[in-house]
């Protein structure tokens, strides 16, 4: 018989960073878990059940998250194994570089068909299964960058932004069902976030903004690679799936950017710009004129 403290949870984008550690955690604990990944699922498998003992379960499925048909075979496949659906993780995303001038239409729907309506669509599968078991957990994995625009992120921030929005109003929709939403705003953790981050298509071609972004991005890099593995974020993941009454959001990461989300909620908004634009290395009117020599 099933304990309460099993669960069936689905993770997105299990295969690396963030959702693996989830996906790894959440075994350990004793759930049974199914990851999603768009790479060959036996090979993920075979390569993230290392971490694993044979009595765990884990089992990755193939899923592009922009794909509504395979999102949902993905979660009849659950519940045809398992008769029920616990948790829903949405951890599936990438990152953009690239000033909002150089932002294309086409680089910000391809952010926004993965990192928003990508965790709509799942969650718009497993919903009506929660509804009708009357229990449920969705967590929408945002970010620091859901709470603040960060220069040369403009596209991701405002992904991340609207999964926010998104994310509170279905919380409320959903809690007479006995269903409940959660964000988690990580801080940076080193993951394959940074390698696989995309730089927008006119950001190659135009100069104007190339130094200033540079440099910005520079600092990003840095903090993401010296980073912490994503273990805590996975961890808070458990943690919130034994609670009965989450929050509607967790910060997790560094004591700095936990720090500066708290800031931002008190300091007046352009102390709190001048306090980000120092701490990205952007001055006055420099990049201008290093763009100019
Ligand atoms: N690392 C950080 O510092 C940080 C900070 C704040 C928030 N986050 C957020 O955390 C989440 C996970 O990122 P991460 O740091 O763990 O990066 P990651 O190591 O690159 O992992 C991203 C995962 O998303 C999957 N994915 C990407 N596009 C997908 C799509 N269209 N359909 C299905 N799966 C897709 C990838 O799987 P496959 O390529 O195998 O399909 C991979 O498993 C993202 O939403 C990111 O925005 C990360």
Redesign the pocket.
Known sequence: MRKPSECVVLV?????????ACAVELSRRGHTVYG????QPLA?QAEVGRDLDPSHRLQFLQ????DCHAVQDAVDHVLSETGRIDALI??????SAGAVEDTSDADLRALL???LV?TLRCCRAVLPRMRLQHSGTIIN?????GRMGIPFQGG?SAS?YALEGLSEALRMEVHPFGVKVVLI??????????E?RQITSLAKANETYAAQMRKTLSVMEAE?LG?AT?EPVARLVGRILDTNSPRVRYVV?PFSERIAAGLKRVLPSKWFERILMMYYRIGGNESGRENKT
């Not at 997105?12 to 693996?20: D, K, L, Y």
């Not at 999603?36 to 790479?39: D, E």
């Not at 801080?187 to 394959?192: A, I, L, N, S, W």
């Open positions: 997105t984008g299990a295969s690396s960073g963030i959702g693996r999603t990944t768009r790479r993920i899923v592009d998250v922009t949405n951890c599936a995303g990438f990152g068909d993965t990192n990508g994995i945002s970010s620091i960058a991701y991340k705003e990580p801080g940076d953790f080193r993951t394959e976030f940074t696989r993401e980073g994503p990461g």
